[in-house]
Nanobody
């Protein structure tokens, strides 16, 4: 089992920056895929950025030039640094982890553990 707790969401204005954190516990950190997904009102949950089990990173095209994922293995925590936020970034942001080494870390359907989410609201 992996427990995930997100923090850092809030209400910001367009163009602002925000950093989300996800603290993980329960399994050896770094041995499973982990990342960020988001779900906007009325839309499906989508991949934002993540780490594969081998440490490879990727992010969606819609955030690639603005969001950066990072991790601190000493704190069992991953981060999502978000810059130049847009109203369309408004969503609940979830931290998720896969159970298996080979889980498809870009697919919400392959992630087994989820945090409760943190709301990011970007006003225009």
């Amino acid at each position: 089992q992996v427990q995930l707790v997100e923090s850092g969401g809030g209400l910001v204005q367009a163009g602002d920056s925000l950093r989300l954190s996800c603290a993980a516990s329960g399994r050896a950190f770094g041995l499973y895929p982990i990342g960020w997904f988001r779900q906007a009102p009325g839309k499906e949950r989508e991949f934002v950025a993540g780490y594969s089990s081998r440490g490879r990173t990727d992010s969606s095209n819609s955030v690639k030039d603005r969001f950066t994922i990072s991790r601190d293995n000493t704190k069992n925590t991953i981060y999502l640094q978000m810059h130049s936020l847009k109203p369309e970034d408004t969503a609940v942001y979830y931290c998720a982890a896969g159970r298996f080494f080979g889980s498809n870390w870009r697919s919400s359907g392959d992630m087994d553990y989820w945090g409760k989410g943190t709301l990011v609201t970007v006003s225009s």
